[in-house]
Every structure is written in structure tokens, then in C-alpha cells.
């Protein structure tokens, strides 16, 4: 072959294959043309319906034992502590004497209430006798009076007058003993008031005085601190300050149990006895106290305690997926799918029953939305929307 023909061949070659190559590339080009004319496809979202169901569940709600009655006993008189004859952790009977004060100045006090008793009856005594002088004497001068011109006429009157004068005289000073007998019967109950009695049966949580302390009324001078103070802890009061989204269906006699750190695992009872009916505007919480048998002195008053706080709704509650709530800065929400496209729901949540959250919005039972909630999923989407398996 010669070099002519060779190199001619050659051209041809190269021909042909910048043909196919051409060919190739406007089929490549046909290719992607044609996808960037197809439209993507929609994303696919799991999706679950809301449900309407009756919502009962318990919660963990934070009370205080307290004692069922407690009083600081001050004296009602001032005094100085003579005896006292409790202690902290004494127990004592109702009308037990606890302690015993002395206070010289009622002494003198009494006697001088006796005296004045005895100065009023005496004027009692002597009126009286006045009373019946006067009396006689009218009486014989009315009897005279009868023969014309042995008495005068104005002598009658003047004796009436006298023993009339002489009946208000003896009132005045009868009111005068009782008056007398008042202020020492005052005086002999101030003198009770030197032994301080338990008014109730207890035990003596605090004792702040000893033999020779200056004590006397809480407004009084040595009443900085009680005597002695007194609390019932046979039956303890149970305070539970329930906040406000819980305290529908709370009733008298309704029992609930409570734990105590004391005795880990262990679980005592109390039974709903006082309701307050009034939310604390500064706590949003209404008291509601539970009266608890401690007959054993087992708790003590003050101990923290949780309570099982048993929570029914009324009306059946919606519930989701607690995944499915979504919340960014000041919005909380769900996304339901509608018609192949998302929709951003405004909700407020409630309780928690396992898995599900109990929801509040523009929702309805049967309404399909999203498993997963989150921003990212923008309202408005067009979505393919497939049915979640039950977890």
C-alpha cells in the first residue's frame, strides 16, 4: 500500500468517529433536556391521625405535712416562770399543767379587792338598816295621820319621801358589792393564769424558757418568745397547692397516696378533706388539704412529701404524638396534611399519657399530620402522605 492510500484511510477513520461523537453528544443533550422537564417528585411524610379519648393520668405533685392543730401558749399575765415541768418531745394531756409563774403584785391585787368587798357590803348592811328605820317611821306616821290633828300632813310626806330616798340607796350599794365581788372574782382568774395548762393533747415541739424568765401576754413585755408550743400530730393535714390546669374534678373523700424520703418505698394514704375554692394569684395553685392518720407518730410534721395526684378530663382530649409537636421561638404547632399539601397548626399542649401529648388547636379527631414535627417542613408543601405503622 502506498503512503497515499494510507493516509486517506486514515481520514476516513477519523470521520466516522467524529460522527458517532457528535451523534452522542445530541443524544446526551436530548436526555438531560428532557429531565429537567419532568417534574420532581413529591416528598413522602409518615403521617398519624389525631385521636378523642378520655385522658386520665397520675401525676407527681410536691405537699408538706403539717401538724392537724398547734398553738404557742404566752401567759396571759406577766409573770416569772416559777416551775415548767415539759420539755421538746414531751407528750401531754389536754389540761395537763405545764408550767407554773409567780407574780407578787396579784397578791396585794386580791387583797385589796377583798377589802373593797367588805367596805361595800358593810354600806350594804347600814343602808338597809337606814332603809327599815325609815320605813317604820312612815309607816307609824301614816297610821297617826288617821286621827285628824295629831300628825301634820307635811311630816307624812317627808317620811315617804325618806324611805323612798333611803330603797335607792340600797340599790346603789348593792350595785356597789357586785361590783366588788366582779374585781375579785378578776383578780382570782388572773391568778389562774399563773398555770399554764395544755389546752389540747399533743406533743411539745418547742420550749424557749426556763425557771426565773420574765414572760408575760403576746403584746407585753417578756413575750418575745412563746412558752412553750403544742402540736396535735396524731392526725397530720396534707397541703397540696394544685396548680390551676389540675384542680377540675377534685372532691371531698377522694383518697390518694403519698410517699415521704423517710421510708424509700414505701406508700401512706390520706383522704381529700378541705378544698380552698380559691386560686393564689401570685402561685396560680389552690390549696387542697388531705387529712392523714398518723396514730403510730411515724411522720413528722414539716416532711416534704410527693403526692400521686390522680387527673381526670371531663370531655375526651385530643392526643398526638409527643414527637409530632414542633416549637420554634414563640410558636408551638403541629403539621397537618390536607389534600397533598402541609398546613402549620397552632397548638398549646396539656398532659402527657405515654407516648401521646394531649393538644388544644384548630384540630379535629382523624386529621392526618405529620410523625416527625419540624420547621424544615415548610407550610405549604406539596407532600405524598403515607400512614405510619403504630410504634
Excluded at 221 to 226: V, Y
Aim: some cysteine.
Amino acid at each position: 500500500m502506498t503512503l497515499a492510500n494510507a493516509f486517506r484511510r486514515a481520514s476516513v477513520m477519523v470521520g466516522a468517529l467524529s460522527l458517532l461523537v457528535l451523534v452522542s453528544c445530541r443524544g446526551n443533550t436530548r436526555a438531560q433536556s428532557g429531565d429537567k422537564a419532568r417534574p420532581p417528585e413529591p416528598p413522602t411524610v409518615d403521617v398519624v391521625t389525631v385521636v378523642a379519648q378520655p385522658l386520665s393520668v397520675t401525676l407527681s405533685l410536691p405537699g408538706e405535712l403539717t401538724p392537724f392543730q398547734t398553738v404557742a401558749l404566752y401567759s396571759r399575765v406577766t409573770g416569772f416562770v416559777k416551775t415548767i415541768a415539759v420539755d421538746r418531745g414531751s407528750r401531754v394531756r389536754a389540761g395537763q399543767q405545764l408550767a407554773t409563774l409567780e407574780a407578787p403584785e396579784l397578791g396585794a391585787q386580791k387583797s385589796e379587792a377583798q377589802s373593797r368587798l367588805q367596805a361595800a357590803e358593810a354600806q350594804l348592811t347600814a343602808t338597809r338598816a337606814k332603809a327599815d328605820a325609815s320605813a317604820s317611821t312612815y309607816e307609824k306616821l301614816k297610821a297617826a295621820s288617821a286621827t285628824p290633828g295629831v300628825v301634820a300632813g307635811n311630816d307624812v310626806v317627808l317620811a315617804q319621801k325618806a324611805a323612798e330616798s333611803d330603797q335607792g340607796q340600797i340599790t346603789a350599794a348593792q350595785q356597789n358589792v357586785e361590783a366588788g365581788r366582779q374585781a375579785l372574782s378578776s383578780v382570782s382568774d388572773m391568778e389562774g393564769y399563773l398555770r399554764i395548762t395544755a389546752p389540747f393533747a399533743g406533743v411539745v415541739t418547742e420550749r424557749n424558757v426556763h425557771p426565773g424568765a420574765l414572760v408575760g401576754p403576746a403584746s407585753g413585755s417578756g413575750a418575745a418568745m412563746p412558752i412553750v408550743r403544742i402540736a396535735d400530730s396524731d392526725r397530720l393535714r396534707l397541703v397540696v397547692p394544685v396548680p390551676e390546669a389540675y384542680t377540675a374534678g377534685v372532691t371531698n373523700g377522694a383518697g390518694l397516696t403519698f410517699t415521704v424520703a423517710a421510708y424509700p418505698g414505701q406508700t401512706f394514704t390520706g383522704t381529700v378533706s378541705r378544698i380552698s375554692r380559691s386560686v393564689d394569684v401570685a402561685t396560680r395553685t389552690m390549696a387542697v388539704e388531705l387529712d392523714v392518720n398518723n396514730a403510730d407518730g411515724r411522720l413528722a410534721p414539716g416532711t416534704f412529701c410527693q403526692v400521686r395526684w390522680l387527673v381526670h378530663r371531663t370531655a375526651p382530649s385530643l392526643l398526638v404524638p409527643s414527637g409530632s409537636v414542633a416549637s420554634t421561638s414563640g410558636r408551638t404547632f403541629v403539621i397537618r396534611v390536607r389534600d397533598g399539601r402541609t398546613e402549620w397548626v397552632d397548638v398549646k399542649t396539656g398532659l402527657t399519657s405515654g407516648p401521646l401529648i394531649e393538644v388544644f388547636g384548630d384540630l379535629q379527631p382523624g386529621d392526618e399530620i405529620a410523625v416527625r414535627g419540624t420547621d424544615e417542613l415548610k407550610a405549604g408543601v406539596s407532600v405524598h402522605a403515607k400512614t405510619a405503622k403504630p410504634a
